[in-house]
Nanobody, 127 residues
């Protein structure tokens, strides 16, 4: 099965930037879509952005569009999340997710759309 490992989180000040990385291993040829979600304390897991593994098409949550950029490197089996203009409200654990199985009515914005998850990386933004 595909394994995902995130890195790049940390403590930053409001207005700073961070770049998260997620590296996949195992049968990466099975990856269809990769995404980033985040979960703040006491809140549900929230969709951030996704990228289609074959054609590179991206999708963003409305509140992140313009500040966050998702990209992929198929040769490295990695996806990245560039986060600019970070705000206190961006504080959360950020998770990388991969869809490796076909799913009926796949939207890409729901956690249940994905079958593989990383362990998460903490992003803390001080105001």
């Amino acid at each position: 099965q595909v394994q995902l490992v995130e890195s790049g989180g940390g403590l930053v000040q409001a207005g700073d930037s961070l770049r998260l990385s997620c590296r996949a291993s195992g049968p990466t040829f099975t990856i269809r879509t990769m995404s980033w979600f985040r979960q703040a304390p006491g809140k549900e897991r929230e969709f951030v952005a996704s990228v289609n593994w074959s054609n590179g098409k991206t999708n963003y949550a409305a509140s992140m569009k313009g500040r966050f950029t998702i990209s992929r490197d198929n040769t490295e089996s990695a996806t990245y999340l560039q986060m600019n203009g970070l705000e206190f409200e961006d504080t959360a654990v950020y998770y990388c997710a991969a869809q490796t199985r076909p799913r009926f009515n796949f939207s890409g914005t729901w956690p249940n759309d994905y079958d593989r998850w990383g362990q998460g990386t903490q992003v803390t933004v001080s105001s």
